[in-house]
Structures are given as C-alpha cells and as structure tokens.
C-alpha cells in the first residue's frame, strides 16, 4: 500500500526557513517522480516543485526558483522541501504527491487528480 507522511510544518516569522520531509512507505522513492504541493485558503492547489527520480531532473516553479529545494533520501525512503526567505502569502497546506512526470526529460507536474497523496502539513508564516 503506498503512503506518503508529510511532517516539519509549523509557525515561522516572514524570512525565516523551513525544512518538510515526506516519508514513504509501499514504494522505493528512489527511481520514483515525486511533487510538493500547496493550497493556501480558499485557493486552488498549486504545484511547488517536482523531481522526477534521485538522479533525474528538478522542475522549480516560478515561486520556488533561488529559495526552495527539494532533496531526497534513498536510504529513508525520504524526500525533503527545504523552504528559505518565507513570506506570509505562502501560508499554506503542503502536500507531497506521486504527481510528477517526466516529458521530454524534463520534469513537469502530473495529473494532480491522479496519484497518491499525503495528509498534508500545514506551514504557517507570520508578518
């Protein structure tokens, strides 16, 4: 059964870093194309960044481009989102998602109807 467990959310003031991991289980992470994700209230979700295996390409949304990486760990069966310089309007639910492909060998979002999804964790940022 696969299953996806985010964690690291929490209160940061406005500049400040996180670091959100998203544990797998049911499946080898590894060779396997993985997103972040966020929905802020009442907005749609919208993708963060996307990876598309340990060795392969890094899609960077235009908000994640210089401040946000995503980094795994085969050996945990983990995937990290280190988020720096945080600002208040990215107060969201962030979610890591089996929602990422490769086109042309690059990586781009998925389907986000499609593929298995985490409970979410939540990312507060104060002023």
């Known amino acids: 059964q696969v299953q996806l467990v985010e964690s690291g959310g929490g209160l940061v003031q406005s500049g400040g870093s996180l670091r959100l991991s998203c544990k797998a289980s049911?499946?080898?992470?590894?060779?396997?194309?993985i997103g972040w994700f966020r929905q802020a209230p009442g907005m749609e979700r919208e993708g963060v960044i996307c990876?598309?295996?340990?060795?392969?390409?890094?899609y960077y949304s235009d908000a994640a481009k210089g401040r946000f990486t995503l980094s795994r760990d085969d050996a945990k069966n983990t995937v990290y989102l280190q988020m720096n310089n945080l600002k208040p309007e990215e107060t969201a639910v962030y979610y890591c998602?089996?929602?990422?492909?490769?086109?042309?060998?690059?990586?781009?979002?998925?389907?986000?109807?499609?593929?298995?999804w985490g409970q979410g964790t939540q990312v507060t940022v104060s002023a």
């Open positions: 998602a089996t929602v990422c492909r490769e086109e042309g060998g690059r990586a781009t979002f998925g389907d986000t109807t499609r593929g298995s």
């Open positions: 049911g499946f080898t992470l590894d060779r396997y194309p």
């Open positions: 990876s598309t295996s340990s060795d392969g390409d890094t």
